[in-house]
């Protein structure tokens, strides 16, 4: 199971008290103040891990404590400090702390405080509470034998929201039923659902394909319908796991799809992306003409390469199911990368 998206609690160890003591020696009948501080609690720390791909494991555990440090000790013993707790990602997460807000229609708000691409990628999310000292801190010309210690200080309490976005090299977009499973399937290692309906795809997949002995990991992501940028559909889901693609793959089915053209479904889909995120239009976009197997889609090719070609698109006339224009489309991946994105894999 796929999973992009977790909340969890956590909570940094509390620091120890420090400890009230005094000498207690045969020879010493009013040994001084030995009272030990204690010490600091653990932080909670999230850190990105090349040995996961979701966020499942937040399914079935959401609360996190880190240790509390220990309290001071006589003899001027001081605590040990408490163990941080690191809590693992994958690569890709980002990191929302969730503050509430009082007297406001919205009453939570989520602000970003880490974006974690690389494995190794960390962040204290909630910082320890520090140790308490003891009463031999307190000792001094007019108190030589303090009763006071401190307490430690409480560990900070953190709302987190923990969001995926895939990290891939090309995002397959187009509407549900456009191909873009059998396209994976064919230009890579992967083996995602297919089948002739709609919303076959439910979570995102990823597949690997090699050209002049370079990988480039491919991603193909749920449908998307009119609306989708609104939550329509499964988009609104997914859509942020092209935005850090470097390339789309905006497949379209040639035949049309709901009643429409492959211009009209192409001009919404690229619609419904800029409206989820203006900086869509930036992006490297190559599109794939599928389905030109089928007689319809056949009649439809020069139209859709006219009117695409007008605004500046390459288009790559495909089938899926025949393998035809494949090894093309391949080329193409290949040469946008190395003319536009710096691919070195």
Do not use: W
Request: hydrophobic residues 35%; aromatic residues 6%; charged residues 30%.
């Amino acid at each position: 199971m796929f999973i992009d998206e977790a909340k969890i609690f956590v909570k940094a160890g509390d620091g120890g008290n420090g400890c009230i003591s005094f000498r207690r020696e045969k020879n010493v009948p009013r040994g001084g103040p030995n009272g030990g501080d204690a010490g600091n609690g653990g932080n909670v720390i999230i850190e990105a891990s090349s040995n996961l791909a979701t966020l499942i494991d937040f399914q079935f555990k959401s609360h996190f404590k880190s240790q509390r440090g220990e309290h001071g000790r006589g003899s001027n013993e001081q605590g040990k400090n408490g163990e941080d707790l690191v809590i693992k990602v994958p690569p890709g997460t980002v990191v929302k702390k969730v503050k509430e807000k009082k007297n406001i229609a919205v009453r939570f708000e989520e602000i970003v405080i880490a974006d974690l691409v690389e494995s190794g990628q960390f962040i204290i999310v909630a910082k320890a509470g520090k140790g308490g000292r003891g009463n031999a801190a307190f000792k001094s010309a007019i108190n030589r034998a303090p009763m006071n210690a401190e307490k430690g200080e409480s560990g900070e309490e953190v709302i987190l929201k923990l969001e995926l976005k895939l990290i891939a090299d090309v995002g397959f977009i187009g509407y549900p039923n456009a191909g873009k499973s059998t396209l994976l399937s064919k230009l890579s290692n992967a083996h995602p659902k297919v089948a002739p309906y709609p919303f076959t795809t439910l979570e995102p997949y990823l597949g690997v394909m090699e050209v002049e002995s370079r990988n480039f990991i491919l991603a193909d992501l749920p449908g998307l319908i009119e609306g989708a940028h609104e939550g329509k559909g499964l988009g609104d889901k997914f859509l942020r796991h092209a935005e850090r693609t470097k390339a789309i793959l905006h497949i379209v089915d040639l035949s049309g799809y709901e009643g429409r053209g492959p211009v009209k479904n192409f001009q919404i889909i690229n619609s419904e992306m800029e409206s989820y995120n203006p900086d869509f239009k930036n992006k490297l976009q190559l599109v794939v003409a599928n389905k030109i197997d089928m007689d319809e889609a056949k009649k439809n090719l020069d139209v859709f390469e006219k009117e695409l070609t007008k605004d500046g698109y390459a288009v790559v006339p495909v089938s899926g199911i025949t393998g035809e224009g494949l090894d093309e489309l391949k080329k193409r991946i290949y040469a946008a990368f190395k003319k536009n994105c710096n691919q070195d894999r």
